[in-house]
């Protein structure tokens, strides 16, 4: 997918490099630590936001074919990048030390540190018209810690330990519009004038001559907001594993958490030369004024397993847990001086969970069921001026069974398959509002993969090896409320991988093919121009084939 604009890059182009380094340190037998660095780079081109609402859909008409976007000229002073893409720089840097005290008890420290820096400029309006143009710069960096003591015995097994999570984020969006394309593809206030005419043409670059009777006759706009984020976790927690025969295992623990978020706000946003008013309504102006709220959380989160072996090759077990999404602490203007505070309570999960694993013959496989209920569920819903505001719509459940299963049909032959069902969502009650009865975003209600693989000894050391598979995902909804405009149907799609290995697998060389029939379905859908009253729609990957090789030393 091209920007036909020549000195931007082909769309969803990937350019990525990522590095690692590790050291191991073995004094003794007894003690041993792992330094692990990571960098990784993603100099990634613009996504390809389609809208659909003005014309033409694509330079070919059709939603899969090329997109002519016009991004805004004046990017690089207001958005941070000259053309659309994605800069990313992700630093991680990861300590690991076990040491074993005795034949019982042993200690494990993991210690982490990450960096990003991420600046992503975006057309948001999908078309040519320099319209909705955002960019988007996080950056931040993250600390943590962990210390675990376990006790490893015959008939009992133990460990108790503390967490400590700390980071400090921030994430500023500019935006920058000409004033009087805007206002007409926003609200058509100039008569016959359409926001882009069938031939690509930005009409609605005109109105800005019209709206001021020939005083200008290009008017940038440019705006900004900026989230900041500061949390920390401390939380302690303890496991008791108890045999009281060989066959039963019986499983009890928790997690007691304490939690300090703070949160900011800053916004820049003048009044339009043309409007008298912001042109995104509903935001409000702080002039660069932080405004800033903090508060405490305290959850207890229990969990409960048991397993039970039927024989050496077939287990039973069962679970009860309870898991949780913290609460969110948004801070927004309610007008230029004063800020607007809202208190998100958590989403904690109750999870039940029982099933069957095992090994007959050249069978292997697994069978679950599981049950979740969801008490202030969180989601996720688009404002008018484009940003999102995490909000609590009530009760949610899901049940979902799963099966696995492996054949092992010859020493160089096997085949595989899964399948899931979930049957659940936001719960249909009036409480619920307008998003009752809806299906969770992204989430099928079936799917499956199969396929086999061929892995033969060819002499010498060499093997070749091939395995084609087939994956299906029935009908998702990329929005809460769900919407049939912002949705999917069902997608299949085949994928390939083959090659030959050589030297006890130490060098390879593989061809790969993803989606082989070249199947046209969505990645995502609504996104920010939704809020505009223009969604866009992004295309998934199309038929990708390659290359690869690997030498491992």
Not at 492 to 502: A, D, E, K, P
């Amino acid at each position: 997918m091209n920007n036909l604009d020549p000195v931007q890059d082909d769309l969803y182009a990937q350019n990525q490099l990522g590095v690692r380094g590790s050291l191991r340190f073995t004094p003794s037998s007894e003690f041993t630590a792992d330094l692990v660095l990571t960098y990784d780079r993603q100099r990634n081109s613009g996504t390809p936001f389609i809208t659909t609402r003005l014309p033409p859909v694509s330079v070919t008409g059709d939603l899969y074919g090329d997109v002519w976007l016009g991004g805004s000229p004046v990017s690089r002073e207001t958005l941070g990048a000259e053309k659309l893409g994605l800069d990313r720089d992700v630093y991680d840097i990861n300590l690991t030390a076990r040491w074993d005290i005795n034949d019982n008890w042993s200690f494990t420290s993991v210690n982490g540190y990450r960096r990003f820096d991420s600046l992503e400029v975006f057309d948001a309006d999908g078309s040519r018209a320099w319209y909705l143009e955002f960019g988007e710069d996080a950056k931040g960096w993250q600390v943590s810690h962990e210390g675990r003591f376990a006790y490893d015995g015959d008939t009992l097994r133990a460990s108790v330990g503390w967490n400590y999570f700390y980071e400090n984020n921030s994430q500023y969006v500019p935006f920058s519009s000409e004033e009087g394309t805007f206002i007409q593809c926003s609200t058509g206030r100039v008569p016959n004038l359409p926001c882009i005419a069938p031939d690509n043409t930005v009409t609605a670059s005109r109105a800005t001559a019209i709206l001021s009777e020939g005083r200008a006759t290009v008017l940038p706009y440019f705006s900004w907001f900026e989230n900041r984020g500061r949390n920390q976790s401390l939380s302690a927690f303890g496991e008791l594993t108890w045999l009281p025969s060989p066959v039963l295992e019986l499983t009890a623990g928790a997690r007691v958490l304490t939690e300090r978020r703070r949160s900011g706000f800053a916004a820049f946003v003048p009044n339009a030369v043309l409007a008298g008013r912001p042109l995104i309504q509903t935001q409000i102006n702080t002039n660069g004024q932080y405004f800033w709220s903090k508060d405490t959380f305290h959850a207890l989160l229990p969990r409960f397993n048991a397993l039970y072996r039927l024989n050496e090759r077939v287990n039973l077990y069962a679970t009860i847990s309870k898991g949780r999404r913290s609460p969110t602490v948004a801070v927004s203007a309610a007008n230029a001086t004063t800020a607007k505070i809202d208190l998100v309570p958590a989403e904690n999960v109750w999870n039940y969970e029982g099933g069957i694993k095992g090994a007959a013959g050249i069978l292997s496989g697994s069978l679950g069921v599981y049950y979740q209920k969801y008490d202030n569920f969180q989601v996720s819903v688009r404002r008018p001026d484009g940003t999102n505001v995490t909000q609590s719509i009530g009760s949610a459940s899901n049940l979902g069974v799963e099966a696995e299963a492996h054949l092992q049909l010859a020493s160089w032959l096997s085949a595989f398959g899964n399948v899931g069902f979930i049957g659940g969502g936001i719960d249909d009650k009036p409480e619920n509002g307008r998003f009752a009865g809806n299906q969770f975003r992204l989430q099928p209600k079936w799917q499956w993969a199969a396929g086999f693989t061929v892995d033969a000894p060819v002499g010498q050391g060499a093997r070749a090896f091939l395995t084609p598979s087939v994956t299906h995902r029935s009908k998702i909804y990329f929005e809460t409320p769900n919407t049939e405009a912002i949705s999917q149907d069902a997608v299949t799609l085949v994928n390939v991988r083959g090659g030959l290995s050589f030297a006890d697998s130490r060098y390879e060389i593989a061809a790969f093919a993803r989606n082989v029939f070249n199947e046209e379905y969505l990645l995502d859908a609504g996104n920010t121009g939704g809020a505009f009253g223009y969604p866009t729609f992004i295309p998934a990957e199309p038929r990708l084939y390659g290359v690869q090789l690997t030498a491992r030393f």
